[in-house]
């Protein structure tokens, strides 16, 4: 008899909606007891049509929970010293809480200078070496978003992550690093792996969760992914019929995996929803509450 088990969805869009009706309450109870609102300023430099998408969908997001939104969309022809005096301002700032710079940035701007301009304590996309550093010692302030989201969404299974095997698949600041930092503090034990990591479908197969994040459509094969295994697919890619992907190929990985993330619908909604979440803690914290 052919195995016809196929994973459980861990549903994205249903996790991010509890975080953020906890939010909700939250902000309410701090606006009655504290007279305090959380502020986010987005800044948004040119006319990069996904990064209009991101941030339409941050300030309504703002809205829905009841944080205040700052938003700043200046011209693509904006000089580094220009932005680096909003910052500035922004950093000095009582009703902003957090401050997100939405990149790609335009080629006469240096991100790095730019990620480093933003008080660590209003940086809500956890990318401050300061946070990084937090992060990497076990005591996190703000931590970056989609990892922060990707472990709310392993909490959701029950799993105990304790003594489990994960590879992550990819290395980047944003996801790969900061999410060993976090499976780490969960006790897990870890293995990134990358484009030069040898014999890497016999990695994965050894793994209790696998997280795929390097950005190549369907790269993880079904037969990669161990019985039973939880497989968070953070990959967002277009195929050629137009259809979005994820990193996973899902039919196959579905078949083996206990619980799997979908593309859409999985990883993307908990990215702004953390940044809400990251947005109330610096008010918080700020405010010494």
């Known amino acids: ?9 861990i549903d994205g869009k249903e996790v ?19 007279g305090l609102t959380p502020g986010l300023a987005v800044v948004l430099v040119g006319e ?33 010293g220009e932005l680096l005096t909003l910052i500035k301002e922004l950093n ?10 939405q990149l790609p940035l335009p080629k006469q701007i240096n991100e790095e200078k ?6 660590p304590q209003k940086d809500v996309d956890g990318f401050h070496p300061y946070n990084m550093g937090r992060l990497m ?14 472990m709310r969404l392993l909490e959701s299974t029950g799993a105990d992550l304790s003594g489990k095997e994960a590879v992550i698949i990819g290395r980047s600041n944003i996801v790969g690093k900061p999410m060993a930092m976090m499976l780490l503090r969960k006790n897990a034990t870890v293995t990134i792996c990358h484009s030069r990591t040898k014999d890497l479908p016999e990695k994965v197969r050894g793994a209790d969760i696998v997280i795929a994040a390097m950005g190549r459509a369907q790269f993880v094969k079904g037969d990669w ?44 909604p908990m990215t702004i929803a953390m940044l809400l979440k990251n947005t109330v803690e610096a008010a918080k914290k700020l405010a010494s509450i």
Do not use: W
């Not at 991010?16 to 504290?34: D, F, G, P």
């Not at 700052?70 to 580094?80: C, M």
């Not at 010692?137 to 990707?150: A, E, R």
């Not at 697919?233 to 979005?244: E, S, T």
């Open 114 to 119: 730019v990620l480093e301009s933003i008080s």
């Open 225 to 268: 992914i161990k019985e039973g295994a939880i497989v968070i697919d953070v990959g967002i890619n277009r195929a050629p019929d137009g259809k979005l992907v994820g990193d996973v190929d899902f039919e196959g990985a579905s078949r083996k995996a206990s619980f799997i993330t979908p593309v859409p619908g999985g990883v993307g």
């Open 48 to 80: 990069n049509p996904a990064s209009k998408v991101y941030v339409r969908n941050k300030t309504r997001a703002c809205e829905e929970t009841g944080i205040r939104s700052f938003q700043h969309t200046l011209p693509e022809s904006l000089s580094e």
């Open 92 to 101: 000095a700032s009582k009703e902003v809480h957090g401050i997100l710079v």
């Open 137 to 150: 010692i076990g005591s996190p302030l703000l931590q970056p978003c989609t990892p922060f989201g990707v």
């Open 16 to 34: 991010s909606a509890r975080v953020r009706a906890e939010l909700k309450a939250e902000i309410e109870y701090l606006k009655q007891k504290h």
């Open 1 to 9: 008899m052919e195995n016809l088990k196929t994973a459980s969805i």
